[in-house]
């Protein structure tokens, strides 16, 4: 009412002009006290009912406005999402397509010399599976929200799957592997498995000798590896797309992609990561449920 009022200042001073402007005639003319109170009542009533009903018409269209004023807020924002998706989109493309020429070219050059080593040949069509994948996983991520699917299952399971996946990885570099306890989660088993799985890529590619540990718990997942570690530096900024770090641009083997895709996916399923690290030493990752 009071929003009422203010919009229809002018209007409401012009009626109480009016009124003002019939007392005073009445009151110039000295006319009767009876035909003066009929008037102003009936002059009252016929105002009430002007008011009465635009204010009425005042809200509905004040209504009408707020959700167009919703609507283009919500139609903004849509928008402003897919213009990041798609900045994003191609900055990770460029990323990805010049990543994808180290296996491509060393699979080439092996066919070109006729030198074919399988395992080598192995390995690295093992990279251009997983930099496809990434990209697929990065490209669907768009419409997670429509593709939840929860279940109750074991992590372990999950991590035991993408060790056995690896397993050629592991053995290649001589890693031991040890996994220790149970964790039980009601969330989507696919999504959860692919932001694993690029945590477990990272470990594998950058420990080049020891060991990778997964310690389950209650309510949480650890990976630790014995890697060549990170820069504390470069920690705050790991899960940002296309940010390699100084170890990454050195072992040139960073996307800047797979710990993107994974922080992505978990603070969508309502999970936490962090990620401790010493140089030389090795990293650990850390998931639970927020």
């Known amino acids: 009412m009071k929003q009422y009022l203010k ?29 003066l109170i ?21 809200s509905k269209e004040k209504r009408k406005l707020k959700l167009l004023e919703d609507e ?10 897919v213009v990041l998706f798609d900045k ?33 040949l ?25 593709d939840y699917r929860f279940d109750k299952f074991d992590a372990k399971d999950v991590v035991t799957s993408l060790v056995k996946k690896y ?3 592991f053995i290649a570099k001589d890693l031991t592997v040890e996994i220790t306890g149970n964790w039980i989660l009601v969330t ?13 890529n990272n470990a594998v590619k950058y420990t080049n000798s020891g060991s990778v540990r997964f310690i389950l718990e209650d309510k949480s997942l650890t990976i630790e590896d014995t890697g060549i570690g990170i820069l504390s530096e470069d920690i705050p900024r790991l899960f940002e797309h296309g940010f390699t770090g100084y170890n990454g641009r050195l072992e040139k083997k960073s ?36």
């Open 38 to 58: 009929n008037a102003t009542m009936l002059g009252g009533l016929f105002v009430l009912f002007f008011l009465f009903f635009d204010y009425r018409k005042w």
């Open 122 to 146: 192995k390995n690295q069509v093992f990279q251009v599976d997983n930099y496809l994948n990434i990209l697929l996983e990065y490209l669907r991520l768009n419409n997670i929200s429509t």
């Open 167 to 169: 397993a050629s990885q």
């Open 72 to 81: 283009l807020k919500n139609v903004t924002n849509r928008l402003e999402d």
């Open 255 to 290: 996307t800047g992609l797979g710990l993107y895709l994974s922080k992505t996916i978990l603070d969508k399923l309502d999970f936490q990561i962090m990620i401790e690290s010493q140089v030389d030493k090795g990293t650990e990752v850390i998931i639970n449920k927020k």
């Open 188 to 200: 989507d088993k696919r999504w959860f498995s692919v932001a694993l799985e690029q945590i477990i």
């Open 88 to 120: 994003n989109l191609t900055d990770i493309v460029r990323i990805w397509s010049h990543q994808m020429k180290v296996p491509l070219a060393s699979i080439d050059l092996m066919v070109q010399t006729n030198d074919v080593d399988n395992t080598v």
């Open 7 to 35: 919009e229809k200042f002018f209007l409401v001073w012009t009626l109480a002009l009016v009124f003002v402007i019939y007392l005073l005639t009445f009151s110039l003319w000295h006319l009767k006290l009876e035909p």
